[in-house]
């Protein structure tokens, strides 16, 4: 039953990034910011965020291709997964 489940609209930006991610979320609760490589690998994890706007410093990773997937309010399930290109 989905009935619980409150959608998260985010916003990831800038699209491709160098060094810095910006989340912006509409309700600015936030249980899991998660980033996966193009494999699935858990590359980072930032977790209980409860501003709108959350930065997160890339300068650790490879260029290459990523996926970051913003959770739902539940924290059961990602609701929204942005691909995101590293410079």
């Known amino acids: ?6 959608p998260v609209w985010s916003h ?7 060094d810095k991610l ?6 600015g609760i936030v249980p899991e910011i998660s980033i996966r490589d193009i494999t699935g690998k858990l590359i980072f994890v930032l977790k209980n965020q409860n501003d709108k706007e959350n930065d997160i ?8 291709l990523y996926y970051v997937t913003v959770a739902d309010t539940t924290g059961l399930k990602p609701v929204m997964t942005h691909k995101v290109v590293r410079l």
Do not use: C, R
């Open 22 to 27: 910006y989340i912006h979320t509409e309700n």
């Open 57 to 64: 410093d890339l300068s650790g990773l490879a260029p290459g």
């Open 12 to 18: 990831v930006y800038p699209n491709p990034a160098s």
């Open 1 to 6: 039953n989905n009935t619980n489940i409150i």
